[in-house]
Nanobody
Framework: QVQLVESGGGLVQPGGSLRLSCAAS????????MGWYRQAPGKQRELVAE???????NYADSVKGRFTVSRDTTKNTVYLQMNSLKPDDTAVYYC?????????????WGQGTQVTVSS
C-alpha cells in the first residue's frame, strides 16, 4: 500500500519561507514522478511543482522563481522549498504520485499540510 506523509506546513509571514517534506512508502521510489499540489478554500486543486524520475522539474507560473522541488532517493522523500511566500500561497498542500499497473491508473495523495501566509 502506498502512503505519502507530508509535513512542514505552518503559519508564516509574507516574504517568509517554509520547506515541505513528503515521505513516501513506495518501493522503487526513484522511478516515479512526484508532484506537489495545493488547494485553497473554494478553489480547485492545482499543480504547484513536479519532479520526474530523471530529475526534471516543472512549476506553475505563479511559483516560478520562488519554489524549488527536489527529491532524496536515499530517504524516499520529496521536498518543496517555498521562499518569498505570499498570502495567495495559503492553501493545503498535497503530495501526489501516479502509479500505472496493467493499464490501471491509480492516484495516491497524502493527507495534506496546511500553509498559511499572513501577517
Amino acid at each position: 500500500q502506498v502512503q505519502l506523509v507530508e509535513s512542514g506546513g505552518g503559519l508564516v509571514q509574507p516574504g517568509g519561507s517554509l520547506r515541505l517534506s513528503c515521505a513516501a512508502s513506495l518501493s522503487s521510489f526513484s522511478t516515479y514522478d512526484m508532484g506537489w499540489y495545493r488547494q485553497a478554500p473554494g478553489k480547485q486543486r492545482e499543480l504547484v511543482a513536479e519532479i520526474t524520475s530523471a530529475g526534471s522539474t516543472n512549476y506553475a507560473d505563479s511559483v516560478k522563481g520562488r519554489f524549488t522541488v527536489s527529491r532524496d532517493t536515499t530517504k524516499n522523500t520529496v521536498y518543496l522549498q517555498m521562499n518569498s511566500l505570499k498570502p495567495d500561497d495559503t492553501a493545503v498542500y498535497y503530495c501526489h504520485v501516479q502509479l500505472v499497473f496493467r493499464h490501471i491508473v491509480n492516484d495516491y495523495w497524502g493527507q495534506g499540510t496546511q500553509v498559511t501566509v499572513s501577517s
